[in-house]
Nanobody
Framework: QVQPVESGGGSVQAGGALRLSCAAS????????MGWFRQAPGKEREFVAA????????NYADSVKGRFTISRDNAKNTVYLQMNNLKPEDTAVYYC????????????????WGQGTQVTVSS
């Protein structure tokens, strides 16, 4: 089974940018659709973005559309989340996950999860 591993989190000021990466140990990520999720303190985990196996189809939560971009490089076995114009409400632990479900674009059917990386945006 695939084991996602996130990196790239950190602390930035509002308006700044970060790029998260998700690599994998075990099987290749190209066999899976991939998604990014986040969980803020005291809140439920929420869907952020998803991408199909080839990178040709993506979907985003309304709260991040126009600011975040999900992409993948299957040759490097890595998925990315470019986050621009960050806001304090983007503060959360960000998780990368892998799916073989038809519902992946809506944030459903993710079976393999990373440990998460913290993103903190200060005002």
């Amino acid at each position: 089974q695939v084991q996602p591993v996130e990196s790239g989190g950190g602390s930035v000021q509002a308006g700044g940018a970060l790029r998260l990466s998700c690599a994998a140990s075990g099987r290749t990520l190209s066999n899976y659709a991939m998604g990014w999720f986040r969980q803020a303190p005291g809140k439920e985990r929420e869907f952020v973005a998803a991408i199909n196996w080839s990178g040709s189809i993506t979907n985003y939560a309304d709260s991040v559309k126009g600011r975040f971009t999900i992409s993948r490089d299957n040759a490097k076995n890595t998925v990315y989340l470019q986050m621009n114009n960050l806001k304090p409400e983007d503060t959360a632990v960000y998780y990368c996950a892998a799916s073989r479900s038809a519902g992946y674009l809506l944030g459903r059917g993710y079976d393999y999860w990373g440990q998460g990386t913290q993103v903190t945006v200060s005002s």
